[in-house]
Every structure is written in structure tokens, then in C-alpha cells.
């Protein structure tokens, strides 16, 4: 997962994960990404600076409350992004393995080589998911399901 500083033509800075570059270039591509303040979909790369995995991370945890996730509100005429966010999730569900509460140790056994190299998902805490990520563990949060509307 990738963290990219964005900016959109109204000069608001918002920040967004995304599975690769490539991703992020598909997505911003075909509209897919909008300004979360003012809708605009003119998207770029703002600038920043590279995030640095810290093993000190307890002396700098933010507390849960400070700790934002980027959201989106999609309207009734939205159906075709409800029926793509259905999609990704049936397809990370039918490519992986459910550990329910032991991803977070199964998750870290797999990147350290102690368990066999396979797609897992499951359940974490936010705290347990960014110490994940902060030790270069690769995750992504699996897609919401929308509700059945569109």
C-alpha cells in the first residue's frame, strides 16, 4: 500500500492509500477519486515527503480519536462504483483465507517467513493495522460493501 498527499484544483490537501502507483494512476484516470472537501475531481500528487518505518512508533502513537480514514459518499446515481466496490470484495474473499483475529500475528508470521506465503483476511485493530504497515508489512483494507441500492 501506497500513501499518496493529494491535492485537488481548489488547492484542498486530503491523503489516500492506494495498492500501487498503478493504481492510483487508474483510479485518478477514469474519476475515480474526489476531492473529499469540494467533490472536484481534478486530483494531483501533492508534495511530500517519504514515510520512514520507525521501530519507536509507541512514543508517537496518536490516539485512536485523532486518527482519520479516508470516506466517501456516493450518491444513488453512483450504482456502477456500489457494483465495483461489491466486486473487489468478492474477489479478495474468494482469494483468500479467512484467520479472523489472527491476521495481525498470522499477517506479521508470513512476512517474516515463519508461516507459509498465502493471501490472508481478517480482523485488526487500527492500532494493530498501522503497526503492520509501519513494519513494511503489505495490507490493505478490504472494501466496504455498499449497501444494495445500485
Not at 486530503?14 to 481534478?42: G, R, T
Not at 518505518?53 to 462504483?81: F, H, I, T
Request: glycine content about 4%; proline content about 5%.
Amino acid at each position: 500500500m501506497i500513501r499518496f498527499s493529494l491535492v485537488c484544483d481548489n488547492a484542498h490537501e486530503f491523503e489516500s492509500w492506494f495498492a500501487s502507483n498503478e493504481s492510483y494512476e487508474f483510479q485518478i484516470e477514469n474519476d475515480l477519486v474526489a476531492c473529499p472537501h469540494c467533490n472536484s475531481l481534478k486530483i494531483s500528487k501533492a508534495v511530500m515527503a517519504p514515510a520512514v518505518a520507525r521501530k519507536d512508533r509507541g512514543e508517537r502513537a496518536q490516539k485512536p480519536e485523532e486518527v482519520k480514514q479516508s470516506v466517501a459518499l456516493v450518491n444513488d446515481a453512483s450504482g456502477e462504483l456500489r457494483r465495483l466496490a461489491r466486486e473487489l470484495h468478492e474477489k479478495i474473499v474468494a482469494a483468500t483465507v479467512d484467520v479472523g483475529e489472527k491476521f495481525p500475528d498470522e499477517a506479521r508470521r508470513i512476512h517474516e517467513g515463519e508461516a507459509p506465503d498465502r493471501a490472508i483476511r481478517g480482523q485488526a485493530s487500527l492500532e494493530e493495522a498501522r503497526a503492520l504497515l509501519e513494519d513494511g508489512v503489505a495490507i490493505m483494507p478490504m472494501p466496504t460493501l455498499p449497501d444494495k441500492r445500485g
